[in-house]
C-alpha cells in the first residue's frame, strides 16, 4: 500500500525543511516549466512495493537549493553540483516514502534527465499521483507511480 496524500506532501515538507530551511509550499496548479529550464529525477523501489518516484524541478529552484547546500553562491555551482542536489532530494524524499510501504523494498539511485525536448515515463503502471509544489515562483512536481 502507498502512503496517502496528506502523507507525501509532509515528507516534502519536512525534507526541504530540515536539508535546506526552506518552506517549499503545496500549489495548487500544475506549473508551466519549459524543458530547459528542469531537471529531473526518478528513484525506484523494488519488492514488495513497485513503483517510483519522479521529481520535476526548475533549474532555478535546483541552483537556490544547491546553493544552500554546498554553502556557495548561485554562480559558483556547476551543473554537476545542481545534479547531485536534485538526486539528493529526490532520494531523501524515496526513502521516507519506501519507510511508509509495507514489506521488504530498496531504492535505487537516483537517475537524472535535463535538457531540451524530453518525456519521462513509466511502463506498467497501476497509479500514478501528481503533487505540485512551489517556492516563491519556482515550480517543483513530484509523481508517485505505483506499478502492477
Given at each position: 500500500m502507498k502512503?496517502?496524500?496528506?502523507?507525501?506532501?509532509?515528507?516534502v515538507h519536512t525534507v526541504w525543511s530540515t536539508q535546506l530551511g526552506m518552506d517549499i509550499h503545496d500549489s495548487e496548479f500544475t506549473p508551466e516549466m519549459t524543458e530547459a529550464e528542469t531537471l529531473t529525477a526518478a528513484v525506484h523501489i523494488t519488492g514488495d512495493f513497485r513503483g517510483g518516484?519522479?521529481?520535476e524541478c526548475s533549474r532555478l529552484l535546483v541552483r537556490r537549493a544547491a546553493s544552500v547546500m554546498?554553502?556557495?553562491?548561485?554562480?559558483?555551482?556547476?551543473?554537476?553540483?545542481e545534479r547531485d542536489v536534485i538526486g539528493e532530494l529526490t532520494n531523501v524524499v524515496a526513502g521516507n516514502i519506501k519507510a511508509l510501504v509495507t514489506g521488504a523494498n530498496s531504492l535505487s539511485l537516483p537517475t537524472i534527465v535535463e535538457g531540451t525536448d524530453y518525456q519521462v515515463s513509466s511502463m506498467d503502471v497501476k497509479t500514478s499521483d501528481e503533487y505540485h509544489f512551489a517556492l516563491d515562483g519556482e515550480a517543483m512536481t513530484l509523481t508517485l507511480v505505483e506499478h502492477s
Open positions: 502512503p496517502n496524500p496528506e502523507q507525501v506532501r509532509n515528507i518516484i519522479v521529481v554546498f554553502s556557495r553562491p548561485a554562480e559558483d555551482l556547476s551543473p554537476d553540483d
